[in-house]
Protein backbone atom coordinates (compact mmCIF):
# COMPACT_ATOMS: atom_id res chain seq x y z
CA UNK A 1 0.00 0.00 0.00
CA UNK A 2 1.14 3.41 -1.31
CA UNK A 3 1.15 5.68 1.68
CA UNK A 4 0.90 9.31 -0.56
CA UNK A 5 -2.72 7.54 -1.46
CA UNK A 6 -4.09 7.07 2.54
CA UNK A 7 -3.06 11.28 2.37
CA UNK A 8 -5.65 12.69 0.98
CA UNK A 9 -5.26 16.64 2.41
CA UNK A 10 -3.80 18.54 -0.17
CA UNK A 11 -0.87 20.31 -0.77
CA UNK A 12 -0.66 24.09 0.47
CA UNK A 13 -2.04 26.69 -2.21
CA UNK A 14 -0.22 29.66 -2.34
CA UNK A 15 -2.77 30.87 -4.73
CA UNK A 16 -5.13 31.05 -2.09
CA UNK A 17 -3.16 33.16 0.42
CA UNK A 18 -2.33 36.13 -2.60
CA UNK A 19 -2.20 39.81 -0.89
CA UNK A 20 -5.52 42.02 -1.94
CA UNK A 21 -5.51 45.08 -3.17
CA UNK A 22 -6.10 46.25 0.51
CA UNK A 23 -3.27 44.54 1.80
CA UNK A 24 -0.36 45.30 -0.51
CA UNK A 25 1.68 47.85 1.88
CA UNK A 26 1.13 44.88 4.80
CA UNK A 27 2.94 42.06 3.25
CA UNK A 28 5.66 42.76 4.95
CA UNK A 29 3.97 42.09 7.68
CA UNK A 30 2.64 39.12 6.78
CA UNK A 31 4.77 37.07 4.81
CA UNK A 32 6.97 35.65 7.57
CA UNK A 33 3.82 33.92 9.31
CA UNK A 34 2.76 33.02 6.01
CA UNK A 35 5.65 31.18 5.42
CA UNK A 36 5.87 29.52 9.06
CA UNK A 37 2.30 28.58 8.18
CA UNK A 38 3.19 26.97 4.58
CA UNK A 39 5.92 25.02 6.92
CA UNK A 40 3.86 23.51 9.76
CA UNK A 41 1.49 22.94 6.97
CA UNK A 42 3.53 20.67 4.91
CA UNK A 43 4.71 19.48 8.15
CA UNK A 44 1.03 19.02 9.21
CA UNK A 45 0.75 16.80 6.19
CA UNK A 46 3.63 14.50 6.96
CA UNK A 47 1.78 13.95 10.45
CA UNK A 48 -1.54 13.47 8.96
CA UNK A 49 -0.01 10.60 6.16
CA UNK A 50 0.98 8.73 9.21
CA UNK A 51 -1.61 9.16 11.70
CA UNK A 52 -4.05 7.62 8.64
CA UNK A 53 -1.72 4.60 8.09
CA UNK A 54 -1.64 4.44 11.62
CA UNK A 55 -5.67 4.39 12.15
CA UNK A 56 -6.54 2.19 9.07
CA UNK A 57 -4.26 -0.44 11.18
CA UNK A 58 -5.94 -0.31 14.17
CA UNK A 59 -8.04 -3.88 14.37
CA UNK A 60 -12.17 -2.67 13.64
CA UNK A 61 -13.52 -5.09 15.76
CA UNK A 62 -17.30 -3.53 15.20
CA UNK A 63 -17.71 -2.54 18.95
CA UNK A 64 -18.05 0.99 19.73
CA UNK A 65 -15.67 0.93 22.92
CA UNK A 66 -12.78 -0.73 21.08
CA UNK A 67 -10.81 -0.05 18.26
CA UNK A 68 -13.25 1.38 15.83
CA UNK A 69 -14.06 4.43 18.72
CA UNK A 70 -10.65 5.64 19.29
CA UNK A 71 -10.11 5.02 15.22
CA UNK A 72 -13.28 7.17 14.76
CA UNK A 73 -11.22 9.60 17.58
CA UNK A 74 -7.51 10.03 15.95
CA UNK A 75 -9.94 10.71 12.71
CA UNK A 76 -11.52 13.15 14.55
CA UNK A 77 -8.46 14.88 15.81
CA UNK A 78 -6.41 14.61 12.67
CA UNK A 79 -9.28 16.37 10.46
CA UNK A 80 -9.46 19.30 12.26
CA UNK A 81 -6.09 20.46 12.52
CA UNK A 82 -5.43 21.46 8.61
CA UNK A 83 -8.49 23.88 8.20
CA UNK A 84 -7.86 25.46 11.30
CA UNK A 85 -4.35 26.28 10.14
CA UNK A 86 -5.53 27.98 6.99
CA UNK A 87 -8.63 29.94 9.01
CA UNK A 88 -6.12 31.09 10.88
CA UNK A 89 -3.95 32.50 8.38
CA UNK A 90 -6.74 33.79 6.62
CA UNK A 91 -7.77 36.24 9.42
CA UNK A 92 -5.77 39.11 11.23
CA UNK A 93 -7.50 39.33 14.61
CA UNK A 94 -5.62 38.26 17.12
CA UNK A 95 -8.35 37.19 19.35
CA UNK A 96 -9.88 34.45 16.03
CA UNK A 97 -5.80 33.04 15.64
CA UNK A 98 -5.00 32.44 18.70
CA UNK A 99 -8.49 30.57 19.49
CA UNK A 100 -7.30 28.46 15.88
CA UNK A 101 -3.94 27.81 17.39
CA UNK A 102 -5.65 26.43 20.97
CA UNK A 103 -8.02 24.39 19.09
CA UNK A 104 -4.78 22.65 16.62
CA UNK A 105 -2.88 22.23 20.27
CA UNK A 106 -5.68 20.42 21.83
CA UNK A 107 -6.29 18.35 19.41
CA UNK A 108 -2.71 17.17 18.94
CA UNK A 109 -2.47 16.72 22.62
CA UNK A 110 -5.76 14.59 21.82
CA UNK A 111 -4.34 12.50 19.00
CA UNK A 112 -1.11 11.66 20.85
CA UNK A 113 -3.23 10.45 23.79
CA UNK A 114 -5.17 8.68 21.44
CA UNK A 115 -2.34 6.64 19.87
CA UNK A 116 -1.20 6.30 23.64
CA UNK A 117 -4.34 4.66 24.42
CA UNK A 118 -4.18 2.43 21.39
CA UNK A 119 -0.42 0.97 22.10
CA UNK A 120 -1.61 0.88 25.86
CA UNK A 121 -4.69 -1.76 24.45
CA UNK A 122 -2.01 -3.31 22.10
CA UNK A 123 -4.24 -2.47 19.24
CA UNK A 124 -0.89 -0.62 17.66
CA UNK A 125 2.55 -0.65 17.24
CA UNK A 126 4.95 1.57 19.83
CA UNK A 127 6.99 2.16 16.91
CA UNK A 128 4.93 3.55 14.48
CA UNK A 129 3.64 5.52 17.18
CA UNK A 130 6.80 6.77 17.88
CA UNK A 131 7.35 7.82 14.56
CA UNK A 132 4.52 10.07 14.31
CA UNK A 133 5.69 11.34 17.54
CA UNK A 134 8.42 12.73 16.31
CA UNK A 135 6.98 14.14 13.35
CA UNK A 136 4.56 15.79 15.45
CA UNK A 137 7.68 17.32 17.80
CA UNK A 138 9.02 19.20 14.39
CA UNK A 139 5.40 20.65 13.85
CA UNK A 140 5.20 21.92 17.62
CA UNK A 141 8.20 23.58 16.56
CA UNK A 142 6.68 25.57 14.03
CA UNK A 143 3.68 25.68 15.91
CA UNK A 144 5.87 28.02 18.49
CA UNK A 145 7.47 30.62 15.86
CA UNK A 146 4.19 30.53 14.06
CA UNK A 147 2.08 31.65 17.31
CA UNK A 148 5.49 34.27 18.04
CA UNK A 149 4.33 36.02 14.46
CA UNK A 150 0.79 36.98 16.29
CA UNK A 151 0.40 40.72 16.61
CA UNK A 152 -1.54 41.51 19.55
CA UNK A 153 -4.87 43.92 18.30
CA UNK A 154 -6.74 46.24 20.26
CA UNK A 155 -10.03 43.84 19.93
CA UNK A 156 -10.63 42.98 23.31
CA UNK A 157 -11.66 39.02 23.54
CA UNK A 158 -15.06 39.15 24.69
CA UNK A 159 -14.97 35.97 26.65
CA UNK A 160 -11.53 37.37 28.47
CA UNK A 161 -9.68 34.33 27.51
CA UNK A 162 -7.12 35.53 25.16
CA UNK A 163 -6.06 39.13 26.98
Not at 9 to 18: G, V
Not at 41 to 61: M, P, S
Not at 105 to 124: D, I, P
Amino acid sequence: MDLNELNFLPEWDDSRYKVGPDEAGEEWRRGPARAIAKAMYKQWREVFGLVIAFAENLADDGEENHPASTKALIYENAMIVAPKIIGAISMDLYVLKMENAAVIRTNCKQLSEQLGFAVLMGWADEGHKNVIEEALAKFRELFKQWVSTFQKDAFEDEWGLFV
